[in-house]
């Protein structure tokens, strides 16, 4: 299941960040999935194959743009949840990154402009146990932003949750794909279990938080611990560790942390955003 990791180059630096979400980090919809009907295959429709998606401006260069190979077994309404999490994402991010050029994969070279997401549904472990894996593979030598990513799911959870949480589930591995707590410690946005980062931290504070950082999650492990807000204090939005039933907003706060990583965001980054108040 370790996903490729791409060689090392002059634009990029190979990496294993990749985050393993298990079943129970995830409220399933109660009788299964919103979309599945008792059968398999949910997600409504028969198995298709997909073209690469890329979300962003037309032209390559005018902006941020997101890349997503399909492999494995997908339905038009899980392909549906990944363009819509991508098309969220590059209204968000819009500045250009330099394009890089990785090896390793099929086919030899291949520029990438702004990053290159493999997205696969395909059989794990069967129901619950591992939901999936997803997460950088490779990012700038530059500037530590991804170049790569992978987000692979096992195809029964995906069936069994729903449509609603397979698509919190894909904002939020997505997100971790485009550097969401997996480059914090690479640029050093995380002091005793504090996030530093001056523009989320605006966030936290103009929401009634206090301090000189916001609290990140110190439970669950690798993979949870360190790169996420913290459950206790956040409860369920969307960039916790763990999805909870019901709504999981992504707020202004995980948001503005996307200025933090070094990305250009929209200046209307807070409107873009899902209404949410902790405590
Ligand atoms: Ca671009
Ligand atoms: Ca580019
Ligand atoms: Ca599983
Ligand atoms: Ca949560
Ligand atoms: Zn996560």
Same mark, same amino acid.
């Given at each position: #299941? ?7 180059? /002059? ?5 294993? %960040? ?12 109660? &009788?299964?999935?919103? +979309?599945?009907?008792? +059968?398999?295959? +949910? &997600? ?7 073209? $690469? ?38 209204? %968000? ?10 090896? +390793?994969?099929?086919?030899? $070279? ?21 939901? &999936? ?6 990012? /700038? ?14 195809? @029964? ?9 397979? @698509? ?9 794909? %485009? ?6 410690? /690479? ?14 931290? /605006?966030?936290?504070?103009? #929401? ?27 409860? =369920? ?6 999805? =909870?039933?019901?709504?999981? $907003?992504?707020?202004? #706060?995980?948001?503005?942390?996307? @200025? ?20």
């Amino acid at each position: #299941m370790r996903p490729e990791i791409p060689l090392t180059t /002059r634009d990029v630096v190979g990496v294993d %960040l990749t985050h393993t979400r298990y079943a129970d980090e995830v409220a399933y919809a109660k &009788g299964g999935g919103s +979309g599945s009907g008792g +059968g398999s295959g +949910g &997600g409504g429709g028969g198995t298709v194959s997909f073209a $690469p998606y890329t979300s962003g401006p037309a032209t390559a260069s005018a902006g941020y743009n997101i890349t997503i190979e399909f492999k494995g077994s997908w339905t038009q309404a899980y392909y549906d949840i990944f363009v819509k999490s991508a098309d969220y994402l590059t209204s %968000l991010i819009i500045g250009e990154l330099q394009d890089v050029t990785v090896y +390793g994969g099929k086919g030899g $070279p291949k520029t990438v402009d702004d990053i290159l997401i493999t997205a696969e549904l395909g059989a794990i472990d069967g129901l619950y146990g591992i939901l &999936g894996q997803a997460g950088p593979t490779a990012v /700038r030598t530059s500037n530590s932003l991804p170049a790569t990513a992978t987000m692979k799911f096992d195809i @029964a959870d995906v069936d069994a949750m729903g449509l609603e949480a397979f @698509a919190d589930v894909v904002l939020h591995e997505m997100a971790h794909s %485009l550097g969401f707590g997996s480059i914090w410690d /690479r640029l050093g946005l995380v002091t005793n279990g504090l996030y530093t980062g001056q523009n989320a931290l /605006r966030e936290f504070l103009a #929401m009634g938080g206090t301090g000189n950082g916001i609290p990140v999650e110190q439970d669950g492990g690798s993979g949870t611990a360190g790169s996420h807000w913290d459950e206790e204090t956040f409860n =369920n939005e969307l960039m916790t560790g763990y999805i =909870n039933d019901g709504s999981n $907003p992504f707020s202004a #706060m995980s948001a503005a942390s996307f @200025a933090d990583l070094g990305y250009v965001i929209n200046p209307n980054y807070a409107s873009l955003a899902e209404p949410y108040m902790y405590a």
